[in-house]
């Protein structure tokens, strides 16, 4: 069964850092390319960042420069590393592969807040 289990959020302030972590299940997770995504309350839920399964990485300009994805193949872990974090970035975090577009976790809260 794919499932996908985020972690690693909180409160923090602006300016602050976070590393996010999600762990995938019942794929072959070295193969997937996987993404991190996040929706404030009011908003569709956005692209964060990506990351193929050979580690390129690309990111949406809102975060470009602030947010650094990686990934773990052997834990079969995507991390996203967010630092300078802004008032903006509050959210609710998700990981996903869009080879399993169906399934998502049930995310982690960031909040930036003083």
């Known amino acids: 069964q794919v499932q996908f289990v985020e972690s690693g959020g909180g409160l923090v302030q602006p300016g602050g850092s976070l590393r996010l972590s999600c762990v995938g299940f019942g794929f072959p997770f070295n193969d997937y390319p996987m993404s991190w995504h996040r929706q404030a309350p009011g908003n569709e839920r956005e692209f964060v960042a990506v990351i193929t399964r050979d580690g390129i990485a690309s990111y949406a300009d809102s975060v470009k420069g602030r947010f650094t994805i990686s990934r773990d193949n052997f834990k079969k872990t995507v991390y996203l590393q967010m630092d300078g974090l802004q008032s903006e970035d509050t959210a609710v975090y998700y990981c996903?592969?869009?080879?399993?577009?169906?399934?998502w976790g049930q995310g982690t809260q960031v909040t930036v807040s003083l």
């Open positions: 996903r592969s869009f080879l399993l577009p169906n399934h």
